[in-house]
């Protein structure tokens, strides 16, 4: 546990490599039911614009579906050109292949948004200040990047040990 934040972390994370590639039985699945609620939040904070929205991850798929409805102009970040097996990698690979570089040549190419979205990502980051300096690289002036990570509270709580095997860097609980 960090006695600056107070989040628990591994000290020293699985290498990315290790972690990749996942199984293909094996199936995700996040929780989605707060969604419209999140749509809605959202949409009430534009302007007379409607935002242009990056997701980065395979689970931002439902809320950029959720946001394309109002009006978004929805985009992914190209994986497979930047050297992804998949075109919606899981996160050990794009933590591999996401750095504040990658982001600002994705900008160059694709354009900035006012939006970046990154569901179930931050919580793998093996350098989290890195990843986050690379969601500020795709970001226009003033935009905001959406971060959902899970709470971990509950499996500490009924000592579920196995979600340290999630393989996550970091562990969030709500703040005390």
Do not use: K, N
């Not at 971990?152 to 340290?164: I, N, P, R």
């Amino acid at each position: 546990r960090c006695q600056g934040c107070g989040s628990v972390q591994l000290a020293v994370p699985v290498p990315l490599g290790a972690l990749e590639p996942v199984p293909d039985w094996l199936r995700f699945s996040e929780p989605g039911a707060h969604l419209p609620a999140v749509t809605e939040a959202l949409a009430s904070a534009w302007s007379a614009e409607v935002p242009r929205v990056l997701g980065l991850g395979p689970d931002d798929e439902p809320l950029l579906a959720h946001l394309a409805q109002r009006g978004c102009a929805a985009v992914r970040i190209p994986w497979r050109e930047l050297g992804a097996r998949s075109a919606t990698p899981r996160p050990a690979a794009i933590h591999r292949l996401f750095t504040p570089d990658t982001a600002r040549g994705i900008r160059e190419r694709q354009g900035g948004a006012m939006l970046v979205v990154a569901r179930y990502l931050l919580e793998h980051a093996p350098d989290a200040g890195v990843f986050l300096e690379a969601l500020e690289a795709l970001l226009e002036p003033g935009g905001s990047v959406l971060l959902e990570v899970p709470d971990c509270s509950q499996a500490f709580l009924t000592h579920d040990y196995t979600t340290l095997w999630e393989e996550h860097v970091f562990y969030f609980t709500p703040g005390a």
